[in-house]
């Protein structure tokens, strides 16, 4: 299980609800525990598990909407009655220009902002760094409920704090362990951890910083510090491949999604939110007062 | 101006930039200050500033989708360079079943979740009640520019309580001088404040009630309480004909929504977020780096 390899045995969840959720979907690479690969292995212009063209996946993103918005909606309810219950957490990784904010519009977008939960990670503040790192994320864990988003996250601090040696080996180690104590937490607690990196390739980044540069109407998304970063990019590489090997765990694994082309990331993480919407299988609940006794009630205001 | 009246003569902030946004768009009814009406003399099922029937509506909320899109990231991106700018608070408000769900998904929903800071008001907690009323509202003033919703808000603070005596006249009649006050600071700091009341009648929420009874998968939207609720209803029109005589000002009108036709309340509701953004008028920032220098750097890695 050392390289990179499809989806088939991936242990993906499709129920087989529906035709279009099948086991050959878009899943992106599932990275198995003790994985010793390199996602620089992995063609970034990829569609594992998905034979379409881009019309094609944008008519899947539209199609798997509804069964989305549904499973979210049963997911929200079934928490209500007694403030209980299970919820996910997508994590969100990736170089700068990776496709981050076109999965928040786009996928998680498409779900009632109400049972959504998005959260940006910047750099942190003096007053978050006083902390541990995981000071400013535990907070964000999702409600019973809710599908919780980090755009970025708790993952920054063993990327860019290893690719600029702001921690020695021992450091970035430690927090290996106390991510995956954290994440096992968290399901323990009953939410399902997805852990996506959008893997973009260094010509596909410079290709879309340039379009940055190019557009007035872009030139806000551009810093020239994403230069600086981008000198770095064969130490980030390494950096994902050491933090997805110490990480990706049974509990919490991680998923290197090929995101090139932006309407296959799109699909991919939508087919993931799918399988673990299902895995749940939410339930609307059962009502917790006499059905035909407020009937009565109700009617009485009505006459 | 002691009477609900069209929206003619309501000062809407149309450009004519696109033909479906002209002056003569569904904005609801604008509460002057002073106003001395009553909500109920409004038809709950009117569609004032619109001729066009529900096809006609949610055609339009689909059309003028791109232009809210567009405005919001216009006002998301200007606020970037410095961290400051402006922001807009929608205000919802309305009694149970009045479509303010609806509002978040088909309104709200429709723009980048990363410009929307959504923030439900339910009944306070302990610790929250051993605070001035708008201790916990504070926080969630939006940011330099997101679009902040509240789904409910300070208002249930002299509309429930006026309802149910748990404050008495004097102490309302300070909430309210509190809210004015507190709204100007909001204003003052670049914050458009849109206040909207949905007005349903109690036919059309008698029917919708019955609806959530009938279906098994809407019973965890139903609670015995709203029925509670109900029986108030004249008490409740009456508090909200207070409430918005006393807090509809210059600087933050209320705006009444007829809402018995749900299409309706969204359409009004797009526009008065579109009046709000193409006042606001927010402009592409300028580059704050050297756009040719950059370039050049960004040329020099990817030979």
Redesign the interface.
């Known amino acids: 299980m050392n390289e990179i390899h499809g989806t088939d045995d991936s242990g993906g969840a499709g129920t087989g609800a529906d035709v279009l959720v099948s086991t050959d979907a878009p899943r992106g690479v599932r990275i198995p525990p003790g994985w010793t690969g390199s996602v620089t292995e992995l063609d970034a212009r990829s569609t594992p598990g998905f034979q379409g063209d881009k019309q094609d996946g944008e008519d899947r993103l539209a199609a798997l909407d509804e069964r989305l918005d549904d499973l979210q909606e049963r997911l929200y309810?079934a928490s209500?009655?007694t403030g209980e219950g299970r919820s996910v957490l997508l994590v969100v990784q990736g170089m700068d220009t990776s496709g981050k904010?076109g999965i928040?519009?786009h996928v998680?977008?498409s779900v009632?902002?109400?049972g959504?939960d998005?959260s940006?990670f910047k750099a942190p503040t003096d007053e978050e760094k006083k902390h541990d790192f995981l000071w400013r994320i535990r907070p964000h864990a999702p409600a019973p409920g809710m599908i919780g988003v980090f755009?970025r996250s708790h993952y920054e601090d063993v990327l860019i704090h290893r690719v600029h040696g702001w921690a020695d080996e021992q450091e970035i180690q430690r927090r290996y362990r106390a991510i995956n104590e954290f994440e096992q937490e968290l399901t323990e607690a009953g939410t399902t951890v997805i852990k996506v990196m959008l893997h973009i390739s260094?010509?596909e980044q410079?290709e879309r910083?340039?379009e940055r540069?190019?557009r007035?109407?872009k030139?806000?998304?551009?810093?020239?510090g994403d230069?600086d970063e981008?000198?770095h990019w064969p130490a980030y590489m390494e950096a994902y491949d050491r933090a997805l090997a110490a990480t990706s765990t049974e509990h919490a694994p991680w998923t290197v999604v090929p995101a090139d082309r932006k309407w296959y990331a799109r699909i991919a993480v939508q087919q993931l939110l799918l399988d673990a919407l299902e895995a749940i299988d939410p339930q609307?609940?059962?009502?917790d007062?006499d059905?035909d006794e407020?009937?009565e009630?109700?009617r009485a205001?009505?006459e």
């Open positions: 309810a209500r009655p904010g928040m519009r998680v977008g009632d902002p109400q959504v998005i940006a755009d260094a010509q410079g910083l340039m540069l190019e007035p109407d030139h806000w998304k551009f810093n020239p230069l981008r000198v609307w609940p059962a009502a007062f059905v407020q009937v009630r109700l205001t009505m």
